[in-house]
């Protein structure tokens, strides 16, 4: 109940408008390389955009956050192409939409934050310095406890199904229910 009403109303507003400008980038980038509307294009726009404004929210400006947005949804859309690119197996976008787009959520502070806080707003250098040097800290404890982990557990229980499960998909094998029924003839 102590909440204060007008930074709620900021960072409504910001989360809004990143998420929206988001699925609209990522979709209208879509269109614009394959000819086809990408409805699950647009969603992983719309939550690439949440999770670029979710460190900002507070400290941005609207404005900031349309452009947060854009260039989330941007990150979205090529980020999904370059792993495919390089053949990485990522089905669902979660390195572009979650990855990427967190490190430049976190950076997004120390350009746009407002009250001197980032670059563009009379901040100097210092706080964007301080949000890479906490994503570099992040990566370097995550990769190899990651690393380390996938490797016993695929040295122990495996990490990948069985060629026929792959081909079919897991939702009936390993979840036991469809996903899609309406789609299956």
């Given at each position: 109940?102590?909440?204060?009403?007008?930074?709620?109303?900021?960072?409504?507003?910001?989360?809004?408008?990143?998420?929206?400008t988001?699925?609209?980038?990522?979709?209208?980038?879509?269109?614009?390389?394959t000819?086809?509307?990408?409805?699950?294009?647009?969603?992983?726009?719309?939550?690439?955009?949440?999770?670029?404004?979710?460190?900002?929210?507070?400290?941005?400006?609207?404005?900031?956050?349309?452009?947060?947005?854009?260039?989330?949804?941007?990150?979205?859309?090529?980020?999904?192409?370059?792993?495919?690119?390089?053949?990485?197996?990522?089905?669902?976008?979660?390195?572009?939409?979650?990855g990427?787009?967190?490190?430049?959520?976190?950076?997004?502070?120390?350009?746009?934050?407002?009250?001197?806080?980032?670059?563009?707003?009379?901040?100097?250098?210092?706080?964007?310095?301080?949000?890479?040097?906490?994503?570099?800290?992040?990566?370097?404890?995550?990769?190899?406890?990651?690393?380390?982990?996938?490797?016993?557990?695929?040295?122990?229980?495996?990490?990948?199904?069985?060629?026929?499960?792959?081909?079919?998909?897991?939702?009936?094998?390993?979840?036991?229910?469809?996903?899609?029924?309406?789609?299956?003839?």
């Open positions: 109940l102590a909440a204060d009403p007008e930074a709620i109303a900021l960072i409504t507003v910001t989360t809004d408008f990143a998420a929206t988001g699925a609209i980038t990522a979709m209208m980038l879509s269109y614009a390389h000819k086809k509307w990408d409805p699950g294009m647009a969603m992983n726009g719309c939550l690439g955009g949440l999770v670029a404004i979710t460190a900002p929210c507070a400290f941005v400006t609207p404005l900031a956050s349309l452009v947060i947005g854009i260039i989330a949804g941007a990150i979205v859309y090529y980020g999904t192409v370059l792993m495919d690119k390089i053949h990485i197996d990522d089905p669902v976008g979660a390195l572009p939409v979650h990427l787009n967190g490190a430049f959520g976190i950076l997004a502070i120390g350009i746009w934050g407002i009250d001197g806080l980032g670059l563009l707003h009379g901040g100097g250098i210092e706080q964007l310095g301080v949000q890479a040097l906490g994503i570099m800290a992040c990566i370097t404890f995550v990769f190899p406890v990651a690393f380390i982990l996938f490797r016993v557990i695929n040295s122990t229980l495996g990490l990948r199904v069985s060629p026929e499960v792959e081909e079919s998909g897991l939702d009936v094998p390993i979840h036991g229910i469809g996903s899609y029924p309406e789609f299956v003839s």
